[in-house]
């Protein structure tokens, strides 16, 4: 009978009953015809369900983009008439305008679903952030949720409130809990991160490896753009202005991540509650395209104006 290790599961950190549910569901022949992985952003949702497909198709590799019975499916923008996963806008250099996924998606899917399979007894198929999915692409759906005939299908989201009913109500759901500080450090140790280095971000992480790694990857740019050691809390009206200027030049991403990082900052040292809300519309002004350096310079500027009230 199918163990952990035999269905893969031995090398995904924490999820310690996920990993015994389905490995059980695998070994009494009881898979489900739908499955909801819900959780946070980073957690581990989408490596367990490429797992647990790796398993069901008993493949020998993890890597299954080439197994002619498996089907990823995720959010593309249009980009001059093409549809464009987020990997495939980043090596094109261009935003990743307003990612859903489209029926043109969803047909391409019940296509696939409606073949026989070719190497393993069943297909599979993960929809990766599923709720991205509109309405009119989640009617297609739902018949092939309801009778996906010889293939599992794995929803993955981590925004289950605007998943729609009609889908939730077709799945098995299992949640996906955030890692303890412990395991978020095996899950960063075996990429080969040093964590020592970025320990700041552990706590900005909040159990979750992927928010982590991101974090890091955004301090990294940071730090190469930044003339010098860049502070959070810039202290003259000079201070800002640098700060502002340096900040507009990074990439949009790094930007909004960056008054994420902000408003945390703000959050856990308890100082200028009106800070929070600045910070909070200066991110709304960025994605609405405000030119970079005017947000910049008004927010930094309106720290030292709370500092000078304080």
Same mark, same amino acid.
């Given at each position: 009978?199918?163990?952990?290790?035999?269905?893969?599961?031995?090398?995904?950190?924490?999820?310690?009953?996920?990993?015994?549910?389905?490995?059980?569901?695998?070994?009494?022949?009881?898979?489900?015809?739908?499955?909801?992985?819900?959780?946070?952003?980073?957690?581990?949702?989408?490596?367990?369900?490429?797992?647990?497909?790796?398993?069901?198709?008993?493949?020998?590799?993890?890597?299954?983009?080439?197994?002619?019975?498996?089907?990823?499916?995720?959010?593309?923008?249009?980009?001059?008439?093409?549809?464009?996963?987020?990997?495939?806008?980043?090596?094109?250099?261009?935003?990743?305008?307003?990612?859903?996924?489209?029926?043109?998606?969803?047909?391409?899917?019940?296509?696939?679903?409606?073949?026989?399979?070719?190497?393993?007894?069943?297909?599979?198929?993960?929809?990766?952030?599923?709720?991205?999915?509109?309405?009119?692409?989640?009617?297609?759906?739902?018949?092939?949720?309801?009778?996906?005939?010889?293939?599992?299908?794995?929803?993955?989201?981590?925004?289950?409130?605007?998943?729609?009913?009609?889908?939730?109500? !077709?799945?098995?759901? /299992?949640?996906? %809990? $955030? #890692?303890?500080?412990?395991? *978020?450090? @095996?899950?960063?140790?075996?990429? +080969?991160?040093?964590?020592?280095?970025?320990?700041?971000?552990?706590?900005?992480?909040?159990?979750?490896?992927?928010?982590?790694?991101?974090?890091?990857?955004?301090?990294?740019?940071?730090?190469?753009?930044?003339?010098?050691?860049?502070?959070?809390?810039?202290?003259?009206?000079?201070?800002?202005?640098?700060?502002?200027?340096?900040?507009?030049?990074?990439?949009?991403?790094?930007?909004?991540?960056?008054?994420?990082?902000?408003?945390?900052?703000?959050?856990?040292?308890?100082?200028?509650?009106?800070?929070?809300?600045?910070?909070?519309?200066?991110? !709304?002004?960025?994605? /609405?395209?405000? %030119? $970079? #350096?005017?947000?910049?310079? *008004?927010? @930094?500027?309106?720290?030292?104006? +709370?500092?000078?009230?304080?």
């Amino acid at each position: 009978m199918p163990t952990i290790k035999d269905t893969k599961f031995e090398t995904l950190i924490g999820h310690d009953k996920i990993k015994t549910s389905l490995t059980k569901v695998i070994e009494q022949e009881l898979v489900a015809p739908a499955y909801l992985f819900v959780g946070r952003d980073g957690v581990g949702k989408t490596l367990t369900a490429q797992l647990f497909a790796q398993s069901l198709l008993r493949a020998t590799s993890s890597n299954l983009i080439n197994h002619p019975d498996y089907l990823e499916v995720e959010p593309t923008t249009l980009h001059e008439g093409q549809m464009l996963t987020e990997k495939e806008v980043q090596d094109k250099g261009v935003e990743f305008k307003n990612p859903v996924i489209r029926v043109e998606q969803v047909r391409n899917l019940m296509s696939f679903i409606g073949k026989a399979p070719i190497k393993s007894e069943r297909k599979v198929v993960i929809i990766k952030d599923v709720d991205r999915m509109p309405t009119i692409s989640a009617n297609a759906f739902l018949k092939t949720l309801e009778e996906p005939e010889r293939s599992t299908i794995i929803l993955v989201s981590s925004n289950e409130e605007v998943i729609l009913p009609t889908i939730k109500s !077709r799945c098995s759901v /299992l949640p996906f %809990k $955030p #890692l303890s500080l412990k395991q *978020v450090e @095996l899950v960063l140790n075996s990429t +080969n991160t040093d964590i020592y280095e970025y320990k700041e971000v552990l706590d900005f992480a909040d159990g979750s490896p992927g928010a982590a790694l991101k974090a890091i990857n955004h301090l990294k740019i940071i730090n190469n753009a930044f003339e010098t050691n860049y502070s959070y809390f810039p202290k003259t009206v000079w201070e800002c202005l640098h700060f502002a200027e340096q900040a507009s030049n990074l990439p949009k991403l790094t930007q909004l991540w960056l008054l994420k990082y902000l408003s945390y900052q703000f959050y856990k040292s308890k100082k200028f509650t009106s800070a929070l809300q600045n910070i909070d519309k200066a991110y !709304r002004h960025l994605q /609405l395209n405000v %030119k $970079p #350096l005017l947000v910049w310079n *008004v927010l @930094l500027l309106s720290f030292i104006q +709370n500092e000078n009230k304080a």
